[in-house]
């Protein structure tokens, strides 16, 4: 059984510019979520993909959209980045059953300059 | 609205003292609760969790919890605190199925020999 795998593991970018992060779901599990965390702070929810829609969306812009494939890997994307974005992006993957938590990735560490 | 609140920044304990990391909870519905611990530059790591059933729930690495209906509360626990417990701690919450995990902003345990 494999875990969840998340890609790039850093980042840097430029303010402005995009960028897309990249997770694979443990084997079996169909839904993922994708979350922020601010240096000190808790993870924040970003949004929720099962079979491939999106099902739950935290409070953050439309510039951040995601995908969910067939095969149940996801992908974050960020467009205009800004300062405030950087932040550690945790991606979790889950079954979505009552009770069920969630297996998370190690993170990708974005940061903007 | 589902929250969850750890009203401690930081938890200081010495070595073989019992510890206690404190979670409040406020959702609608039965509530479906987690304990994650995150050493620094990582994802977060599975200790426990309350579905349903005994009040006490055991997880890894000698910790437990109790589940307080009436007090809305779901302490963590570990009866011999070690050095390497040393670490950030979340508690979260998950309402109905298919909803993300909502996590509190953290406690950091800090254990000294």
């Known amino acids: 059984e494999t875990g969840v795998t998340q890609s790039p593991t850093h980042l840097i970018k430029t303010r402005g510019q995009q960028v897309t992060l990249r997770c694979s779901s443990q084997?079996?599990?169909?839904?993922v979520s994708w979350y922020q965390q601010a240096l000190g702070q808790g993870p924040q929810f970003i949004f929720q993909y099962y079979r491939e829609e999106e099902n739950g969306r935290g409070n953050f812009p439309p510039r951040f959209s995601g995908l969910q494939f067939p095969n149940y890997s996801s992908e974050l994307n960020v467009n205009a980045l800004e300062l405030d974005d950087s932040a550690l992006y945790l991606c979790?993957?889950?079954?979505?059953?009552?009770?069920?938590?969630?297996?998370f990735g190690s993170g990708t560490r974005l940061t903007v300059v | 609205a589902q929250s969850v609140a750890q009203p401690e920044d930081q938890v200081n304990v010495a070595e073989g003292n019992p510890l206690t990391v404190k979670c409040t909870y406020s959702?609608?519905?039965?509530?479906?609760l987690f304990w994650y611990v995150q050493y620094p530059n990582r994802g977060l790591q599975f200790l426990l969790k309350?579905?349903?059933?005994?009040?006490l729930v055991k997880g890894s690495y000698g910790f437990e919890a109790e589940f307080n209906k009436s007090q809305t509360s779901f302490h963590l626990k570990k009866p011999s605190a070690l050095v390497s417990d040393s670490a950030l701690y979340f508690c979260a919450v998950r309402g109905q199925a298919g909803t993300a995990l909502i996590f509190g902003k953290g406690t950091t345990l800090s254990v000294s020999s």
């Open positions: 309350y579905i349903t059933g005994d009040n």
């Open positions: 979790a993957s889950s079954l979505a059953r009552v009770g069920d938590g969630y297996t």
């Open positions: 959702v609608s519905g039965n509530p479906y």
């Open positions: 084997s079996g599990h169909n839904t």
